[in-house]
């Protein structure tokens, strides 16, 4: 979306804030105010008195820090809409739910904190003064994604960008365009125009490559193709050392888009994960969209810049985004800086798998991700889940979301993290139960040997020979420490910096024992607030598993890692 025709929406809103959430009741959309001598409304937005919007509620007033129920937000807009075109309003996200009203009249909702969502306003917008009322709940519930409870901080709010999107009354729908599957050198390429219309022309070029291609579209209103790069100029294939990307163009009579994409092929033989036909390591760390000094939600280019940098600043290749689908901006940049991605929906522990509605709205929320990113060549992983407890409504549920991954997106892995593995004293070996790991491409570990699990015989005595057909990534493990504190590094309650280093040597010690080992991601980069940690001597509602503080200080065990992953970089990977 922000490569075509768009107005922002943001800045300041006018807000109310609405603790039992009855404005709905009240007629707070219509924004009414009194005609005649008896008549009043208990609500009235004033100039003045708001939100910042992009961005969440709890970081911009004191009072919203642990809020969590309704806001009404009000924009004043003016637009006038040309004749012969279309007009949508998208969000790229809101947390949680969302009620779009739009001149007093409701023009559709959403559920949902982390994917975007669009309407389109054509017919209702109005020539001149308009205004939008948002509606917007963060309350927790058993059958939303993520549910009840999860450890990491609940921001309210409209936190992505709002945008106006001026389209021509035939626009270009959608376009996929990466390397086919299974080629480093075959672009393919599928385009859906807006209406089933055959015969209308479809370029696509890309300079660079002397690529210049039109094809009229069939009865669908599609075109499909693949094209063959030449030999001059080659394609150069996107890689974290080389992180090109190629200006794109794609054409019709009606209007012209561009894009950057980057070509990779991503996948997986024996237990190797492959980048462009080569394995390759995944040296990442995990990330939460977070800017702990702000303590708020990461929104703008500088937020996205500010936590790559770390990233990029521990010799990583490849982040985590966790739990959640993260802003558009991030995936863009972390693309841009080299960066392999993964990507997860927020079906966090413990979901209400057997609820229908539960379902559907993880299939709804997987396709608007899988669909703004499908050209992000960084995403080289889906994630379906984050530890969640097994059950045959479990299995089921997220056999189906691997099987949607999969329909939707054979050029992507597949993956999704557990922590049902355990060591067994008596075998000397890592044991696990979670069967439906053998449906994924790679499978995924989270386990804080210790932490939560404490050492039970050297780490270096552990054998590993979990799923060795299948490449694994150790995707979660760490300890908390409160920066500046040193002590007894065999005490966890010491909270101190050497014992969360310990943790990183034992489990680096532990490594070598994995013969299917592809890639690793500490717990995690920056502390992270969380109602989850109540200890007021050294967490005060921060999870301290950070490499570095909340102010960006680096922990002894951050020296650690980089330590290990400079090793790696240099380590020369032969096909197994
Ligand atoms: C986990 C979760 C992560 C938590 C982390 C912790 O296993 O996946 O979301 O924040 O442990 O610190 O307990």
């Known amino acids: 979306v922000y490569n075509r025709e768009h107005t922002l929406l943001n800045g300041q809103w006018e807000a109310l804030v609405d603790l039992y959430s009855r404005g709905t009741k009240m007629g707070v959309y219509q924004n009414k105010t009194a005609q005649s001598d008896t008549e009043f409304y208990e609500y009235k937005f004033v100039d003045g008195f708001g939100l910042t919007v992009p961005r969440d509620w709890n970081s911009q007033r004191e009072e919203l820090r642990y809020y969590e129920s309704s806001v009404w937000y009000k924009k004043d807009f003016s637009y006038t809409l040309q004749s012969g075109k279309r007009l949508f309003l998208y969000f790229g996200a809101v947390n949680y739910r969302a009620e779009v009203y739009l001149n007093g009249v409701k023009i559709g909702s959403h559920e949902g904190g982390f994917t975007p969502f669009q309407f389109e306003i054509t017919d209702k917008i109005k020539s001149g003064n308009n205004f939008l009322i948002v509606h917007v709940n963060n309350q927790r519930s058993a059958a939303s994604i993520p549910a009840l409870e999860y450890d990491w901080w609940n921001y309210g709010g409209i936190t992505r960008d709002v945008l106006l999107i001026e389209t021509p009354d035939y626009y270009i729908d959608n376009y996929k365009i990466q390397l086919a599957k ?19 022309p479809v370029m696509v070029e890309i300079p660079e490559l002397k690529i210049k291609k039109t094809v009229s579209t069939n009865s669908e209103g599609q075109v499909s193709f693949s094209v063959k790069t030449g030999r001059v100029p080659s394609l150069q294939c996107w ?28 996948s997986v033989e024996k237990a190797q994960i492959l980048l462009n036909g080569k394995p390759v390591f995944l040296r990442g760390v995990n990330c939460h969209e977070e800017i702990p000094t702000r303590q708020g939600r ?96 479990r299995n089921e549920f997220l056999s189906s979301l691997i099987q949607q991954v999969r329909a939707t997106d054979n050029t992507r892995l597949v993956t999704m993290a557990t922590d049902k593995f355990w060591y067994d004293e008596a075998s000397g070996q890592v044991v696990t139960n979670d069967s439906l790991c053998q449906q994924l491409d790679v499978v995924s570990i989270n386990r804080y040997f210790g932490w939560y699990t404490p050492w039970k015989t050297q780490s270096t005595n552990m054998k590993w020979k979990i799923f060795t057909d299948k490449p694994l990534i150790y995707d979660e493990f760490g300890g908390e420490s409160l920066y500046g504190v040193h002590g007894d590094e065999n005490r966890a309650s010491s909270w101190s910096e050497d014992y969360q280093a310990r943790i990183y040597a034992d489990h680096i010690a532990m490594f070598a024992n994995i013969p299917n080992l592809c890639g690793t991601s500490p717990w995690v980069l920056f502390d992270f607030k969380s109602p989850y940690r109540m200890n007021l001597r050294f967490q005060q509602e921060w999870n301290r598993k950070g490499l570095l503080s909340e102010n960006g200080e680096r922990k002894k065990a951050w020296f650690v890692m980089k330590d290990y992953y400079d090793k790696k970089k240099n380590e020369k990977l032969i096909t197994k």
């Open 298 to 393: 990461s929104y703008s280019e500088a937020d996205a810049l500010q936590l790559l940098n770390e990233v990029k600043a521990l010799n990583c290749n490849y982040v985590r985004f966790t739990h959640y689908p993260v802003d558009e901006k991030l995936i863009r940049l972390a693309e841009k800086m080299g960066l392999m991605i993964w990507e997860e929906i927020p079906l966090w522990q413990d979901i209400d798998f057997a609820n229908k509605k539960t379902f559907a709205l993880a299939q709804k929320m997987l396709a608007e991700i899988m669909h703004r990113d499908q050209n992000r060549c960084g995403i080289v992983l889906w994630s379906v889940a984050n530890e969640t407890p097994i059950s045959v409504e």
């Open 239 to 266: 890689y974290p050392e080389t992180p090109k990307l190629y200006d794109v163009k794609i054409a019709t009579p009606y209007e012209t888009l561009s894009d950057n994409i980057g070509f990779r092929s991503v």
């Open 182 to 200: 299974g080629s480093l050198t075959d672009i393919s390429v599928k385009i859906n125009l807006s209406e089933k219309k055959a015969g209308i």
